[in-house]
């Protein structure tokens, strides 16, 4: 999801909830936590810390351009919250565990009504890239998307210049299924993209024989 369905010129267009019934997450978005990492609601207390991490020039490289300003990102957060009580997109905010200042993001929003295929993408502070938080933070997505939300087929778009991206990508089992040629626009450059998906059957078969212990959900 490198490219932001977020629009701050469209961020007070009124949205309508899925015709299909979720479940409590979207009344009470769940504390995803590992070893390393928590997961958990984004809060307006978040844009100052997510100003600072997201950014910098490495990190903004291959995003769409993210707010400017801790205003901007304030009405981002609230647009999130918005779409999140309509029942079409969940955004976390990325911890350190034992630190509960955000590093980070992770989204997941429906392509199809219902959440049978959705696309999730994610973006986290630099200082923090190599450690081992992003694979961890990804399977605990990954399992709130197929176990919660019910997904079936779970998408993501990576520049093919990105190779730090699609290096993660592999790396947590997704697959590439094409080249979306020209797709992104960033810096006045046209770029290809990279299909990848994660199929929820592939996903359980993977995690079968080791099912996350220290891995919770609160």
């Known amino acids: 999801m490198e490219q932001m369905p977020y629009r701050p010129d469209l961020d007070l267009v009124q949205v309508t909830a899925s015709e299909v019934t979720t479940s409590d997450w979207q009344h009470r978005l769940p504390v995803l936590v590992g070893t390393k990492v928590a997961l958990r609601e984004l809060r307006l207390s978040d844009a100052p810390s997510l100003l600072a ?25 609230a647009w999130t919250h918005r779409m999140w009580e309509a029942g079409t997109y969940a ?21 199809i009504p219902g959440f049978e295929t959705a696309e999730w993408g994610f ?37 093919t210049k990105n190779g730090r ?16 040629r020209k797709s992104f626009l960033r810096n006045g450059e046209y770029l290809d993209q990279a299909l990848y998906a994660v199929v929820e059957d592939d996903w359980r078969a993977s995690c079968a024989s080791v099912r996350t212990g220290r891995m919770s959900i609160h």
């Open 53 to 77: 991490m997201l950014t910098t020039e490495e990190v903004m490289r291959f995003i769409s351009p993210p707010p400017t300003t801790v205003e901007g990102f304030e009405r981002f957060i």
């Open 123 to 159: 973006a986290i502070g630099s200082p923090y890239w190599g450690t081992g938080m992003f694979g961890e933070g990804a399977r605990l997505v990954m399992e709130f998307a197929f176990d919660t939300l019910g997904v079936h087929r779970l998408e993501a778009r990576c520049a």
């Open 91 to 111: 955004c976390f905010a990325v911890t350190a565990v034992g630190c509960d200042t955000a590093i980070g993001i992770f989204q997941v929003r429906e392509l």
């Open 165 to 180: 991206g699609n290096a993660a990508l592999q790396k947590i089992g997704a697959v590439q299924e094409g080249v979306l």
